[in-house]
Structure formats: C-alpha cells, structure tokens
C-alpha cells in the first residue's frame, strides 16, 4: 500500500462484495424477536453478538464464515459443547441458519441475513 504524502493522491478504499443498505438491521431484528422468547439466555445473546461482529467484519455479507475456536473467545464462551448447543438452539429457534462444514480444515456457515433465515 501506498504511502500517502502531501500532494500525492489517496490510496483506494477496498469495495465490499455486498453494500450494506442497513448494518444495524440484524441486531435490531434479533434484539426485537428475542424480547418475549423465554427460551433465549445471555450465552445466545453473547454468541449473537459475536456473530453480528465477525458479520459485520466480512462488509456485510452473508454467511458468516467461522470456526468455534475463533467465535467462542469473541462470545466469552468457554466449552465447545455450549457453543455447538446455543448455535444449534438458535437455528432451531429460527435466529440463524447453520450449516456446519463437519470438517476441521473449512469454516462453517452461519446466515444472519434475514432474506436467509426461511430456508433450510
């Protein structure tokens, strides 16, 4: 990268893949639908949020590629058994949309997009 010195132009800003009409919009989503769900606890909300992050790290774009070794510090989760139980509690309350990879070497997929939480 460039440089930028007085008088020289300024290096070019990465695009996104996907602009981000609204990057508020799952956290606002989510935090509305949990409100009256007595199902979800502060380890969904924590898990949530750390997912939101890396979501909105990677410009925006669904899915949310990651590994539990990496969202878990982010959440404050310490067992991998809770991790992979409040990840599959919040695709089958309708949060998210999982799909693991079963495969250590390739990230699993996460979709937060609302467009994407009616398919399965």
């Known amino acids: 990268m460039k440089s930028v010195w007085p008088g020289s132009p300024a290096p070019e800003a990465k695009v996104p893949a996907k602009p981000v009409e609204c990057p508020t919009q799952p956290l606002l989503w989510f935090f509305t639908a949990i409100r009256r769900d007595p199902r979800i606890g502060p380890s969904h909300i924590a898990l949530y ?70 398919r399965k």
């Open 49 to 118: 949020a750390a997912l939101y992050r890396r979501w909105l790290e990677q410009a925006g774009t669904d899915p949310v590629l990651g590994y539990s070794h990496e969202l878990m510090p982010a959440a404050k989760l310490c067992s991998s058994g809770t991790y992979h139980r409040v990840l599959r509690e919040l695709h089958a309350y309708g949060y998210v949309r999982y799909v693991p990879s079963y495969n250590r070497l390739r990230p699993s997929q996460i979709f937060l997009h609302p467009e994407s939480r009616g």
